[in-house]
């Protein structure tokens, strides 16, 4: 389990959370309260436009959100809190995920330092690598993350990170959200856009997050992309929402879209195999969800839009995968993989995006 680091606190060069020098890759709006600024990833002034029923926790997860920038200092600390799921009575326990962040310097990966919960807190990182470098600090994937300052070496350099990537929105659930992944940066999202070079924007919740809420459409169709996905059907399944009005409701979602991004490049992809939920007997079944994607998809494209593409789930990770890469038992309902299992879809996703022809050209 990675631990803090045990370095002296060293005073340094303040930088201030709201300080144009940092970049927060990944959030759509920026909390400030009591000192502190926590990065969400929808407009948090809205939280219960999009989630009426409660759990807005969801939208101050920051998976997928890095807090950037260029310095040559070698070290770095951070006084934060990271609030965690907080048990609601009547409701399932929250899983026990463990507070991770990872630093990454020039896009290589560092440290996985483990951070202390629900309180007032600093990280130290020493011994970064020499020289100008892009330090990216990737939050953690099911935890809120309030930042109150940043230091580095007095006398450092300063400087915003100004890459431009392809843009890349994924809608999904909770393996995209990053549940059982190893830590921030590796998440099956991450390491994919790494790899492919695209700058990611996660709409991904676990708790019955991904239902085609027509807020989240809006929140795809106004903000900038190369590149939207969607993953979807299993959390329909799974809570028995209407199977009729699925279609339908995929439909309008994608439609929302096209009012700001007629052109943008929309893959709808299907859910991925679960060796508890593929396997239950009910009317309509998993892979009837999958069917209606598909269908859906085909359905578009005769009605003209050219940019909208299926990615089967069941070629993403299906049945071959085994048991070994879930991070549940097989008596628990083995949904999530594990972190190995995480590597193994990432592969497979870009593998098959690559394959329809959907990934942006790299630059």
């Given at each position: 389990?990675?631990?803090?680091?045990?370095?002296?606190?060293?005073?340094?060069?303040?930088?201030?959370?709201?300080?144009?020098?940092?970049?927060?890759?990944?959030?759509?709006?920026?909390?400030?309260?009591?000192?502190?600024?926590?990065?969400?990833?929808?407009?948090?002034?809205?939280?219960?436009?999009?989630?009426?029923?409660?759990?807005?926790?969801?939208?101050?997860?920051?998976?997928?959100?890095?807090?950037?920038?260029?310095?040559?200092?070698?070290?770095?600390?951070?006084?934060?809190?990271?609030?965690?799921?907080?048990?609601?009575?009547?409701?399932?326990?929250p899983?026990?995920?463990?507070?991770?962040?990872?630093?990454?310097?020039?896009?290589?990966?560092?440290?996985?330092?483990?951070?202390?919960?629900?309180?007032?807190?600093?990280?130290?990182?020493?011994?970064?690598?020499?020289?100008?470098?892009?330090?990216?600090?990737?939050?953690?994937?099911?935890?809120?993350?309030?930042?109150?300052?940043?230091?580095?070496?007095?006398?450092?350099?300063?400087?915003?990170?100004?890459?431009?990537?392809?843009?890349?929105?994924?809608?999904?659930d909770?393996?995209?959200?990053?549940?059982?992944?190893?830590?921030?940066?590796?998440?099956?999202?991450?390491?994919?856009?790494?790899?492919?070079?695209?700058?990611?924007?996660?709409?991904?919740?676990?708790?019955?997050?991904?239902?085609?809420?027509?807020?989240?459409?809006?929140?795809?169709?106004?903000?900038?992309?190369?590149?939207?996905?969607l993953?979807?059907?299993?959390?329909?399944?799974?809570?028995?929402?209407?199977?009729?009005?699925?279609p339908?409701?995929?439909i309008?979602?994608?439609?929302?879209?096209?009012?700001?991004?007629?052109?943008?490049?929309?893959?709808?992809?299907?859910?991925?195999?679960?060796?508890?939920?593929d396997?239950?007997?009910?009317?309509?079944?998993?892979?009837?969800?999958?069917?209606?994607?598909?269908?859906?998809?085909?359905?578009?494209?005769?009605?003209?839009?050219?940019?909208?593409?299926?990615?089967?789930?069941?070629?993403?990770?299906?049945?071959?995968y085994?048991?070994?890469?879930?991070?549940?038992?097989?008596?628990?309902?083995?949904?999530?993989?594990?972190?190995?299992?995480?590597?193994?879809?990432?592969?497979?996703?870009?593998?098959?995006?690559?394959?329809?022809?959907?990934?942006?050209v790299?630059?």
């Open positions: 389990m990675p631990t803090q680091d045990t370095a002296p606190v060293r005073v340094g060069r303040l930088i201030e959370p709201t300080d144009p020098v940092l970049t927060y890759r990944g959030a759509v709006s920026l909390q400030q309260r009591d000192g502190w600024l926590a990065p969400w990833r929808a407009p948090h002034e809205e939280a219960y436009l999009y989630f009426p029923r409660g759990k807005v926790g969801r939208l101050a997860h920051t998976s997928g959100i890095r807090v950037c920038l260029r310095t040559d200092s070698p070290w770095i600390s951070c006084r934060y809190e990271a609030v965690g799921a907080k048990v609601v009575p009547g409701e399932p326990t899983p026990d995920e463990p507070a991770l962040l990872d630093v990454l310097c020039d896009d290589v990966l560092v440290r996985t330092v483990g951070l202390e919960v629900d309180t007032d807190a600093t990280l130290h990182i020493e011994d970064l690598p020499a020289g100008e470098k892009l330090v990216e600090l990737w939050l953690p994937t099911l935890h809120q993350f309030r930042i109150r300052e940043l230091r580095v070496a007095q006398g450092a350099s300063l400087a915003p990170d100004t890459t431009r990537r392809p843009r890349w929105i994924h809608y999904g909770s393996i995209d959200h990053g549940r059982g992944a190893a830590s921030p940066s590796r998440t099956w999202l991450a390491l994919a856009a790494r790899a492919e070079g695209l700058d990611l924007q996660s709409m991904s919740f676990a708790g019955d997050g991904s239902h085609l809420q027509p807020m989240f459409a809006r929140l795809a169709r106004d903000l900038p992309a190369d590149l939207i996905s993953r979807v059907g299993m959390s329909h399944f799974m809570d028995g929402d209407g199977f009729v009005d699925f339908s409701s995929l309008g979602f994608v439609q929302i879209i096209r009012e700001r991004r007629p052109d943008t490049t929309i893959v709808l992809g299907s859910s991925v195999y679960s060796p508890f939920w396997t239950l007997p009910n009317t309509p079944t998993a892979a009837d969800y999958r069917t209606e994607v598909a269908r859906v998809t085909e359905l578009l494209r005769r009605h003209g839009d050219e940019n909208v593409h299926f990615l089967d789930g069941m070629k993403v990770w299906g049945p071959e085994g048991l070994d890469l879930y991070i549940e038992k097989p008596d628990r309902y083995p949904t999530h993989p594990n972190a190995p299992g995480h590597e193994l879809f990432a592969a497979s996703s870009r593998r098959e995006m690559a394959a329809i022809g959907v990934l942006p790299k630059g």
